[in-house]
């Protein structure tokens, strides 16, 4: 059976109740004992001399006994004077000679403790001391006491309690009937006045809560954009900025995933055109020899099997550069660096292009590309990113058209230059070039995997691809620290 549940404003309320009755108690507790305090003390400081003067002036004590003609005129002047106070006539050893008060209660201690009689004299009643009340054992009440000596001989102490019993009495009906009463008024008011505060106050972390739960739903039921409209002085700002943050890298992330999944329709779409492209030529004179079987010339043969050899030779390209970038992208996977100077492969991959260049009537140059400088990389995925910038230089350069090579240095840096004639890299193949590490995933449709494993490349050393269009001509460039020759070298 399902239970109703408090709900989390509920509990605070109550909580917040609890909290304010409690504090409120302890507060009027507090202020009782601290009035009840100030008052005794108060007390005790201006009569400390009370019983003093008893002992200078009308002191009853003849050598080891009391008059009681004076002690019942001290009594009696003690009376009119302070109605409250109770007088006791100590011997040296703090018993109860004789005494006198306003009632007629029979004492119940004799014997008074002398510690704290010592104590209030010799403070001379500056200390605050409570003593025993001779009339109720137990009970403890603040005193004047006072020395009798005659002939320097110590005879005894004059001990005067400050209130009496009649004067606790009605001094206890008196806060009964009035100061209860006021402290029960100033709770009221305090937990009406708290209540009503805290109400308010829940009320409004209430509704703030409710647009909370209202933008989650939102958010639970599919709209990935929904935020929170708060101000920055809400209470749930810190919460709902960080939930705000949150939907934003979200967001971020679930467009680099359809993007990246829009890549991939478009890679794959890309690598079928191009695999279906020299596949169906090579299929074509593949047919056409079979058709023509012995009425084929030989010459005629030798062109189709260059064609079809060609053709298969770009495809085997293209596979290789499949598995070269699957590699590359594996998590991983890390680049074997050590020390070789690039210069020479690029003179080796210049030589060896300069055969298909000729055949395709471009003129392919390399210029200051002797400079003797060592770098540190992976030699095998460098050499791949010089024979796919070369290659795709040569293969976009129409006839009569120029593609120059060159390696220069400035400071510690080298720096590798390619430049070509002929059809422009349009803007948005330039952006992507130049762009950061998460805006590889922006390559532009129908772009070959020659630049895309250029770029991967060159950020596992942590260098930058550049290109731009200068002149009429395509420059791509990047630089790398030069490093010291080494010893084994």
Known sequence: ???????????????????????????????????????????????????????TFTSPYENNSINKIKADSVFYNAMVLNPSSEVYFLDTA??????????????????????????????????????????HAGVRKIFSAATVYKND?????????????????????????????????????????????SLYYIKRLQRNYKRVIAVL???????????FGLKDSNEFAPITDAFNKMTVMLSNSMRKLQKSETDRKDLIATISHDLQSPLSIAK???????????????????EYLKLIQSKI??????????TQLSKIEEVNFKPNKEPFVLSEIVQ????????????????????????????????SMMERVIQNLVDNAVKNTPASGNVQVSITVEDTFLIFMIENSGKLLPDNLLRWVN??????????????????????????????????????????SFKMPVISQPASA
């Open 435 to 476: 762009g950061s590490e998460e805006e590889l995933s922006d390559r532009p449709s129908r772009t070959g995997l020659g630049l895309l494993i250029v770029k991967k490349i060159l950020r596992l050393h942590n260098v930058s691809l550049q290109a731009i269009v200068k002149d009429d001509k395509n420059i791509i």
């Open 313 to 322: 030779v770009q495809v085997e390209k293209m596979v290789i550069q499949l």
């Open 348 to 379: 080796e991959t210049v030589s060896t292009y300069q055969l298909i260049a000729t055949e395709r009537k471009v003129s392919l140059k390399c210029t200051q590309c002797k400079y003797h400088v060592w770098v540190n990389a992976d030699i």
């Open 217 to 227: 739903e939102q958010y639970g039921s599919g709209n990935f954009t929904a935020q």
């Open 1 to 55: 059976m399902r239970t109703n549940r408090l709900t989390i404003f509920s509990r605070i309320s109550i909580l917040v109740f609890l909290i304010i009755a409690f504090l409120s108690v302890l507060f009027i507790i507090i202020t009782y004992l601290a009035s009840t305090y100030f008052y005794k003390s108060s007390t005790e400081l201006l009569n400390r001399d009370v019983a003093k003067h008893i002992a």
């Open 153 to 197: 001989v110590l005879l005894g102490y004059i001990y005067v309690i400050l209130g009496s019993s009649a004067y606790g009495n009605a001094a206890n009906m008196l806060f009964s009937s009035q100061v209860w009463h006021l402290a029960l008024e100033a709770f009221s008011v305090v937990m009406i006045l708290s209540i009503l505060i």
């Open 94 to 135: 703090g018993n109860v000679m004789y005494w006198q008060s306003p009632d007629t209660t029979v004492i119940q201690v004799h014997k008074i403790p002398l510690n704290d009689i010592k104590k209030f004299i010799n403070s001379e009643g500056s200390t605050y001391v409570t003593g025993d009340d001779p009339k």
């Open 284 to 302: 074509g004179y593949a047919e056409t020899l079979l058709i023509k079987n012995d009425q084929a010339v030989l010459p005629e043969h030798r």
